[in-house]
């Protein structure tokens, strides 16, 4: 397919790429916040590489696409990061609770999150209070606003000398409520935070340059709205950040930042070497494309939606603060 270069795809277009799916005919699957189900182009991979792992389980180690560098180099590039900067994890919660644990937090620090987390990228938090004596406190969020200024200012509302951590999705998933994250890493840049993302939704539905959002950290479930299959995750981890984090779990204490986080044990290879192959089959089609498409498709519902008496929206229906 060469969607990428189409302006405006059409609505027949858009039947050839479900085509390119395994969904039964008769399932109508509104829930890839919760899991997307794979390309057969995805599939094909993953069988193959199980395949070669079962006929010789040596290059499982040693050879790509299992050790992962060529995953390093598409993700780098499908997120506006460094090679350098990405850590194969197997879901968004994992990549939380590797910052979290790995933070040098002690009693009286303080992270500011809110009312809105999914309990992968909160209960970190909690533990750490329970644990170490860490404060977390927590911002009420509605699920819309006027403008995502208000957002902001609630931040730089709650922030004090002792806030050390602001944590916070990129897409609420209790309402879809597009979170004004690169304003929020800037303004935790400014007062010496650590900006800490859960992106759980955000890859495969968003176009999204890492680097341009200015966070610290960013986890994210690629098995969600960019099709991967179960059990793989994205962290990305900036450079100059890398060295406040330990490492919870790893065989190869000592090394570069990347490996020492990949390497604890055998994991299910040939699911994280389709991270490369989902990200391949979405550029097949287009990023913007894709983006564009989900935006179009959930204003369409929520205008029918609210068309309907008795319903009532908990979503925004403002282009900057909506999403799939």
């Known amino acids: 397919m060469q969607g990428s270069f189409l302006s405006n795809p059409s609505e027949d277009y858009w039947r050839t790429v479900r085509e390119q799916f395994t969904l039964r005919e008769d399932v109508i699957h509104m829930n890839s916040g919760t899991l997307g189900s794979v390309s057969t182009y995805v599939r094909d991979k993953l069988f193959d590489y199980f395949q070669t792992i079962g006929e010789c389980p040596y290059p499982d180690a040693f050879y790509p696409p299992f050790n992962l560098a060529e995953a390093h ?15 194969v994890t197997g879901s968004t919660t994992e990549g939380m609770s590797f910052v979290a644990n790995g933070l040098d937090l002690q009693a009286g620090d303080e992270v500011l999150s809110t009312t809105h987390e999914h309990s992968g990228g909160f209960d970190c938090w909690r533990i750490l209070s329970d644990r170490r004596g860490v404060t977390l406190s927590t911002i009420p969020l509605k699920c819309s606003y006027d403008n995502k200024s208000e957002i902001v200012n609630l931040f730089a509302s709650a922030i004090t000398p002792q806030t050390k951590v602001m944590s916070f999705c990129h897409i609420n998933y209790t309402s879809g409520l597009n979170m004004p994250v690169k304003e929020l890493c800037q303004l935790a840049s400014e007062n010496n935070i650590i900006s800490v993302i859960d992106g759980a939704h955000a890859i495969g539905m968003l176009n999204l340059d890492l680097h341009d959002i200015g966070c610290d950290f960013y986890a994210c479930s690629p098995h969600k709205w960019l099709c991967a299959p179960p059990g793989v995750g994205v962290l990305y981890a900036k450079k100059d950040k890398q060295d406040l984090v330990w490492p919870t779990v790893t065989e190869a204490y000592g090394v570069p930042f990347q490996m020492c ?49 008795g319903v009532y929206l908990h979503s925004s229906t403002d282009p900057e603060q909506s999403t799939g």
């Not at 180099?73 to 850590?87: R, Y």
């Not at 699911?271 to 550029?283: E, H, I, T, W, Y």
């Open 73 to 87: 180099e598409k993700a780098g590039a499908f997120l506006g990061t460094d090679t350098d900067e990405i850590v």
């Open 261 to 309: 986080l990949e390497l604890r044990g055998q994991r299910t290879s040939p699911v994280l070497a389709c991270l490369g192959d989902a990200m391949d089959f979405q550029d097949s089609i287009g990023r913007e494309a894709i983006q564009n498409r989900v935006l179009s498709l959930s204003a369409y519902a929520k205008a029918r939606l609210a068309a309907i008496p």
